[in-house]
Each structure stands twice: as structure tokens, then as C-alpha cells.
């Protein structure tokens, strides 16, 4: 296997590191399919709610994911898409401006560089560093809502765009870590953008969906429509926040919380009796007494609740809330729990569903892993720049805007 031909994608999660590695292959009808290859997952130390916490403990992680995933395919990792979340990443909307250069005054892909270029200009919070500038549409001479202003005649050229920002201190420990394991970025991607590319179609872009991943710390979210990214945020809940109130309420430890979570636990009482009742002695030997399987779900649904509750208000915030028509497409390790979609659709007033990568072929168990969608969604990513690298498109001019943060990135490699 070539090391050119391999796409690689890391997220950086709370709870563990996950690597998936991709491939494209073409098929009997000469077709480029990508093709995942390998994934595999180390438990994260160093890492809370998206933010290095301890650097040296951080790359000890990366390092074991690393090998592991080298191990996997027998060729060392070279270069990767990387996931950045956390709760420090803000968010705006920013205008630019620009005359069309072209005496005849046709726009270019220059022109449209040009004005996201200018878009970049917007004042950012202090210690703040860009990571994403998305094209959201373009006008020209007044005329609006153009997704594509290539070809097209005038002498004022304007684009609106959402721009991504992290706390520069954050983006540098990030950085930092990658580089000290050996591993060169190929850039930084917002978590829940990677993971929308993952698992939404175009189709429901544009009619309109929020994909919503609860993981173990952190619950993201990206709204889109008209194809069009309206909305993200990174919230600090998660289902490791459900096993501390099953902890809690059961007066048990962590450990045996999480199990007794994946054994018997449901998002809803709905369907359950007082009478239906486990051991906790089979989860510990120190443990004894029944506990009603209707107490056990009271104490998840509470917090689920909250959770789309949270997510209901980001979305009142851009006055979705309830008007989605595509609905919220679930995914993460937290949507794993059963009758939960049961949950959102009730909370949320809208359709749900389960979010599984799609357009990919793999025989290996871990892509229909809910917990793997973010690193999947960075090689798709990946995979979409490398081809689009010729040209413009609005999914290059993403990562296009980083190449001042990747000059510095490049000082911190040992």
C-alpha cells in the first residue's frame, strides 16, 4: 500500500482517541470509491471536554492510537485530518467586498477568493484564531442568495460567510500534541463539521437538519439549510454525565454505573413496571439489592431530556426550533442508548434518526459504530479536498483560510 494513497483522520474526543484510515479504490465500473480500511480507538488521558488538559498525557494517547493504527495497515501515519471542539470555539457572521477585477467584468474564482479574503477581516475575540471561513452565498452588484457568482457580470462582488473560531492557547497545545507524535496536519477541522460530512446528504442540507453527536463529555451540533451551514456549537454535556447520575442515584461507583447503563439502560420509562428489577450484585460482588429498572430509566431520561432541551434552544436561537423539515439525525456513543430516538422526536417536535456514514464501502465492523462518524466524517473531508484541490470550491475555501495558522503549526514540530 502506498502511503500517498491513504487518507487519515483523527478525533480528538474526552473519552478516547479514534483513527480511521481510508482509501480510494475504483470499482468494476471504473468508479473512485472510498474505501475505509481501518479504525481503531485508544482510551483518551489528558483530554476534558474537547481541551487539553495535560499535554504529556495527551500524547501518550495520540501515540497509542498511532501505533495501533499502523499496526493495523503496516504503514507508518504520515499526515492527518484533525477534529478540534471544545467549548471554546465561537462563532460569527462576516461580509466581504470586492471589486471584479476583470476589465469586462466577469468574476473569477479570484474574485472569489478575493472576497473571503476580505470576509477574514472581521475583528476576532482577543487570543482567537480563525479556523473556518464558510462561503454561505454571494452577490453581485446587489443581486443576492448566488451560490456560484463564476461567469457571471458586474463590478461588485460580495460574499457572506461563518466564520470558526478557537482560543489560539487551545489550537496551540492541539497542535503541539499531534506534531510531537510524528504526525504532520494536514488541518483542523471542526468536530461537528467532519461529522455532518460523515453522515447528511446533500439533499437533507437543503431542505434543512441539525446533526446532533453526544458523545462522553460534550453534545455537538451543526444546523444546515438550503445547503447552507446555519448554526454550530459545542455544548458540555454528555453520557458520561448520565453514568455520574446513575452513580449518583444508585449510590454505586462509575464503573459499575456504565455497566449497568449498557446493560439495562433506556432513555424513557415508557413500557416499563415498578416489578421490573435488576441485581447489582451480578455488575459487583461488593454490591447488593434490587433496583427497579423504571428508577433506572427515570434517572437517564432526565438528563437526555436536558440535553435535547439544551440543543431546542440553540435552535430557537436561529428560530429553527421545530421547523426542520429533514429533522435531527442522531449519532456519537451517547445515541446509543435504546428509545432515545423515542426521546428527541418527542422533546425536539421533529423527525429523527440514527446517522450512519453513507458513500463509503467498508467490511470492517467499526464504521456502522455510531462512535465513529466524526473520524470517518475527517477522512470524507480530507478525501473531498484532495479532489476538489484543483479549482475553487466552497468546500476547498474551508480549508484554504488556515494556511496562516499551518505556518505556525509548522514551528511547533520538534
Given at each position: ?56 498525557e495527551?500524547i ?41 477585477s476583470?476589465t ?25 484564531e ?14 443576492s442568495n ?112 456504565e ?12 413500557g ?44 430557537k ?33 421533529l ?18 459504530d455510531l ?44
Amino acid at each position: 500500500m502506498s502511503r500517498e494513497d491513504i487518507i487519515v483522520g483523527v478525533d480528538i474526543g474526552s473519552t478516547s482517541i479514534k483513527i480511521a484510515i481510508g482509501q480510494n479504490t475504483v470499482n468494476e465500473a471504473g468508479q473512485k470509491k472510498l474505501h475505509i480500511i481501518g479504525a481503531v480507538e485508544q482510551e483518551a488521558e489528558g483530554i476534558n471536554r474537547g481541551v487539553i488538559t495535560s499535554i504529556e498525557e495527551a500524547i501518550k494517547s495520540i501515540n497509542k492510537a498511532k501505533e495501533k493504527a499502523e499496526k493495523l495497515i503496516g504503514v507508518p501515519l504520515e499526515s492527518a485530518w484533525i477534529s478540534i471542539s471544545g467549548g471554546h470555539i465561537t462563532s460569527q457572521i462576516s461580509k466581504g467586498v470586492v471589486a471584479v477585477s476583470k476589465t469586462d467584468g466577469e468574476v473569477r474564482e479570484e474574485d472569489m477568493e478575493r472576497a473571503i479574503e476580505a470576509a477574514k477581516t472581521v475583528t476576532t475575540p482577543p487570543n482567537y484564531e480563525i479556523i473556518h471561513v464558510i462561503p454561505r452565498s454571494f452577490a453581485v452588484d446587489g443581486q443576492s442568495n448566488i451560490k456560484d457568482p463564476v461567469g457571471m457580470t458586474g463590478v461588485r462582488l460580495e460574499v457572506e460567510t461563518y466564520i470558526i473560531e478557537g482560543l489560539s492557547s487551545q489550537v496551540k497545545n492541539l497542535t503541539k500534541c499531534i506534531y510531537q507524535t510524528g504526525i504532520d496536519i494536514e488541518d483542523l477541522v471542526l468536530a461537528p463539521l467532519a461529522t455532518s460530512e460523515a453522515v447528511l446528504t446533500n439533499r437533507q442540507k437543503e431542505l434543512g437538519v441539525a446533526v446532533v453527536n453526544i458523545g462522553g463529555a460534550t453534545t455537538s451540533l451543526a444546523v444546515f439549510e438550503q445547503g447552507d451551514l446555519l448554526h454550530t456549537t459545542i455544548l458540555p454535556l454528555g453520557s458520561e454525565h448520565i453514568t455520574s447520575d446513575i452513580a449518583i442515584g444508585l449510590r454505586t461507583s462509575i464503573d459499575v454505573a456504565e455497566k449497568i447503563k449498557l446493560k439495562y439502560g433506556l432513555a424513557t420509562t415508557k413500557g416499563l413496571e415498578k416489578k421490573d428489577e435488576f441485581d447489582l450484585h451480578e455488575f459487583d460482588e461488593n454490591e447488593d439489592g434490587l433496583t427497579s429498572r423504571k428508577y433506572l430509566a427515570e434517572i437517564i431520561e432526565a438528563r437526555v431530556e436536558e440535553i435535547f432541551d439544551k440543543i431546542d434552544l440553540e435552535l430557537k436561537k436561529i428560530d429553527r426550533s421545530g421547523s426542520l423539515p429533514a429533522g435531527i439525525i442522531l449519532t456519537g456513543s451517547g445515541v446509543k442508548l435504546p428509545k432515545i430516538i423515542d426521546v428527541c422526536k418527542r422533546k425536539m417536535r421533529l423527525p429523527a434518526a440514527l446517522g450512519y456514514p453513507y458513500d463509503i464501502i467498508s467490511v470492517i465492523d467499526k464504521v456502522n459504530d455510531l462512535s465513529f462518524t466524526t473520524a470517518i466524517g475527517l477522512v470524507k473531508w480530507g478525501n473531498l479536498i484532495n479532489v476538489q484541490r484543483k479549482g475553487f470550491s466552497r468546500f476547498k475555501s474551508v480549508a484554504g483560510v488556515t494556511n496562516k495558522m499551518k505556518k505556525w503549526f509548522k514551528n511547533l514540530m520538534p
